[in-house]
Structure formats: C-alpha cells, structure tokens
C-alpha cells in the first residue's frame, strides 16, 4: 500500500511546523494504522505496520504462529498452510510475517487513523513542551504578554507556549497590556491532563537573583555570593551579599557607577527598590546592615528569647527603620531570621533638683 512522496513531504512539514521528531510522528501513524487495520478486520490479529518515510510506502504483516492444528484463526496457522503459503523451512512453534495488502484499506485506515494520528500529535507535543520547560523551573525567560483579562494574565514563553501568571505571582498595581514583553521566573511545571501547565513568577525572589546575575558580572562569576534574597514584589526588597575577595566591594559593584547597575534591575522590577546588604557571620551585626537605609546606633540581644534582638535608632531614624507599614524592620527580620524590636533612643538630659532631691531622698 502507498501514501505517496506527497505523504512524506507532508510528513517532514508537520515535524518542522510542531517541532516534533520525524520518527515520533510516524511511531503515531503507525500505531493509528495498527488499530485502523483490527478495526477493518474486525479480529484480535497481531499487527505490525512500517511507513517508508523516503517512498511513503506502507507494509502491513500479519503475525501467525504455525501450530498443527488451528485454535486462534487471527494468530495461528497450521503448519500445511504455512508451507502452501511459500515457508518451506517453517516448523512448528515459528512466528511468521504475513505481508497484506487488503483491499480498500487505504480509504479506510485514512477515515479512522486520522483521529488517532492527532491526539497521538497532540500528546508528543505536550511530552515536547514539558520535558523542555520541566528543565528550565528556577530560570529566568522572557515572555510575550498575550492576554490580560478577566483576571487572567497568560504570557508566551516558547514559540507556541502560553504561562499564567496567578494573582499571587503578580506585582501589586503592574499592569500587563498583551504585546508587552517582560522577563518571568519560571515557577513550576506540571503534567495535566490537557497539557503541561507552566506557572510563571514576577514576585519571586528567584526573579531577582537572575536580574543580578545578568547584570551584574562579580555576581554572576561567582565573586560576590547572594547570601539572601526577601521580597515585597514592586515594593523593597534587600539581598544579603559576601565575597572573599578583600579587593572587591560587594555593595559598590552591585549599585555600579552612578547606580546604573540597581537601577537597570529596579526598572525591571516596576520601581521596586532595592537594598543591597554586606552579610555578617556576627548576627548583631547582620541585624544593623538589615536596616539599612536606617542608620542604627546599636542592637542587643533579648536575653531570655532565642533570635531575637533590639535595635536602637536615633528619633529621626525611627520611621525609616520601621518603614511604611513596618517593611523595612519586617524584611530585615526575614533576611536575618531574627525578631527585631526597633526602638528610639531617649535624648539625655541634665539632673534637674527634682532629680537631687528624690535621689537624696532615697539615700535617706
């Protein structure tokens, strides 16, 4: 039986047009003609289909047992049968390939395999777009926004490959306008029943570690390690940095000349501001570089609570070290892991004679 050159040019144009393997589409095809060919013989026969993907030919055997005497007629042939069929050599317990060439098949195979071709299609593609993006979880991509809509933001990632963006993963009050294009981080991938569901993330404090590591060259090479990263997507963010090289500075090199380097990354990140940290195996000191830009006088530990510490600022200090809405102290706690308390420092004064006198009083 014969498809035709037409057949295998067709063939080589779905392959490129899916970005699917030759052979995986003719595995399906075969697989199709396998079930097409019960159906039009209506028995339990063993079946093995091979496509020539150069000719378009199409070979279609029948797989017998030679036996003496005949019980399954759609798996079986007697051994007389065999050798009037041309087995000279057959004996008993072979397995033959019966080449068959049924009439009208063509017609067919076409009507019912064309179903089974597309789902089987369908499958490898979806198998194609998970092994490919099942790879790519904790990376950066950038991504096409395709619809922003009834709550719903998709954007694509591949050539054909659509991701959503949950409610969750979004940066408060960015807004996201189909055609726009912006970089994600990919959260998580897996294998549902009508195709892989890709999750995508610009929250994620993954998003902006891969933002330092494009631009930022010490951090990408490995000179300066990201200890830590706390996030409030398009709000601050402070990431914790050390290096061993006594020769680099760790907060200089990721502001970079004229701040270029955190501005590049903030703008990315819709204003989001960024506090680049020195990390401190000293916990105390941790806690006062966690609060920056707050500049804090001292910070003691709480002696009878475990990880946790008190920060004293000067008064005018006092809101930024807290923050709007408590941020910076709240994120400065997530970046070191220690409940920080944020207090005032009380301004000195001189004794007054109400203090003498109470002092002597108590003397007394």
Same mark, same amino acid.
């Given at each position: 039986?014969?498809?035709?050159?037409?057949?295998?040019?067709?063939?080589?144009?779905?392959?490129?047009?899916?970005?699917?393997?030759?052979?995986?589409?003719?595995?399906?095809?075969?697989?199709?003609?396998?079930?097409?060919?019960?159906?039009?013989?209506?028995?339990?026969?063993? +079946?093995?289909?091979? +496509?020539? /993907?150069?000719?378009?030919?199409?070979?279609?055997?029948?797989?017998?047992?030679?036996?003496?005497?005949? #019980?399954?007629?759609?798996?079986?042939?007697?051994?007389?049968?065999?050798?009037?069929?041309?087995?000279?050599?057959?004996?008993?317990?072979?397995?033959?390939?019966?080449?068959?060439?049924?009439?009208?098949?063509?017609?067919?195979?076409?009507? /019912?395999?064309?179903?089974?071709?597309?789902?089987?299609?369908?499958?490898?593609?979806?198998? !194609?777009?998970?092994?490919?993006?099942?790879?790519?979880?904790?990376?950066?991509?950038?991504?096409?926004?395709?619809?922003?809509?009834?709550?719903?933001?998709?954007?694509?990632?591949?050539?054909?490959?659509?991701?959503?963006?949950?409610?969750? #993963?979004?940066?408060?009050?960015?807004?996201?306008?189909?055609?726009? /294009?912006?970089?994600?981080?990919?959260?998580?991938?897996?294998?549902?029943?009508?195709?892989?569901?890709?999750?995508?993330?610009?929250?994620?404090?993954?998003?902006?570690?891969?933002?330092?590591?494009?631009?930022?060259?010490?951090?990408?090479?490995?000179?300066?390690?990201?200890?830590?990263?706390?996030? #409030?997507?398009?709000?601050?963010?402070?990431?914790?940095?050390? /290096?061993?090289?006594?020769?680099?500075?760790?907060?200089?090199?990721?502001?970079?000349?004229?701040?270029?380097?955190?501005?590049?990354?903030?703008?990315?990140?819709?204003?989001?501001?960024?506090?680049?940290? !020195?990390?401190?195996?000293?916990?105390?000191?941790?806690?006062?570089?966690?609060?920056?830009?707050?500049?804090?006088?001292? !910070?003691?530990? !709480?002696?009878?609570?475990?990880?946790?510490?008190?920060?004293?600022?000067?008064?005018?200090?006092?809101?930024?070290?807290?923050?709007?809405?408590?941020?910076?102290?709240?994120?400065?706690?997530?970046?070191?892991?220690?409940?920080?308390?944020?207090?005032?420092?009380?301004?000195?004064?001189?004794?007054?004679?109400?203090?003498?006198?109470? #002092?002597?009083?108590?003397?007394?």
């Amino acid at each position: 039986m014969q498809l035709g050159r037409d057949f295998v040019q067709a063939l080589n144009q779905i392959a490129e047009e899916r970005n699917l393997a030759p052979e995986l589409i003719v595995s399906s095809l075969e697989a199709a003609l396998i079930s097409a060919y019960k159906k039009y013989q209506s028995g339990d026969q063993r +079946v093995e289909v091979h +496509v020539n /993907t150069e000719t378009g030919d199409i070979l279609v055997e029948e797989l017998r047992t030679v036996v003496e005497e005949l #019980e399954s007629p759609d798996t079986e042939i007697t051994l007389g049968d065999a050798k009037r069929l041309g087995f000279a050599d057959a004996s008993v317990g072979d397995e033959l390939h019966l080449e068959k060439d049924p009439g009208h098949f063509g017609r067919i195979a076409a009507q /019912t395999a064309r179903q089974v071709i597309i789902q089987r299609l369908k499958d490898a593609e979806r198998q !194609v777009i998970y092994s490919e993006f099942s790879d790519k979880v904790g990376e950066m991509m950038t991504g096409t926004i395709v619809k922003a809509e009834n709550d719903q933001v998709l954007a694509r990632i591949g050539e054909r490959t659509e991701a959503i963006l949950p409610r969750k #993963e979004r940066i408060p009050g960015e807004e996201y306008v189909p055609g726009q /294009t912006m970089k994600f981080y990919v959260l998580d991938v897996r294998q549902m029943t009508r195709g892989p569901k890709i999750v995508i993330s610009r929250t994620h404090p993954g998003l902006l570690r891969k933002l330092m590591e494009l631009e930022i060259p010490e951090v990408r090479d490995g000179v300066i390690e990201i200890r830590n990263i706390v996030r #409030e997507g398009g709000g601050r963010a402070k990431v914790s940095l050390s /290096t061993m090289d006594q020769n680099v500075d760790p907060v200089g090199a990721c502001v970079g000349a004229g701040g270029a380097r955190i501005k590049a990354i903030s703008q990315e990140l819709m204003g989001e501001k960024v506090d680049i940290i !020195v990390w401190s195996s000293d916990p105390l000191a941790y806690i006062r570089n966690a609060l920056s830009p707050a500049q804090v006088v001292k !910070v003691e530990p !709480v002696l009878d609570q475990e990880h946790a510490a008190k920060a004293y600022v000067e008064p005018e200090q006092l809101s930024l070290a807290i923050g709007k809405a408590g941020q910076n102290v709240r994120l400065a706690a997530r970046l070191t892991g220690w409940k920080i308390d944020i207090n005032a420092l009380q301004a000195e004064r001189m004794p007054t004679l109400q203090d003498i006198f109470h #002092e002597v009083a108590e003397a007394d």
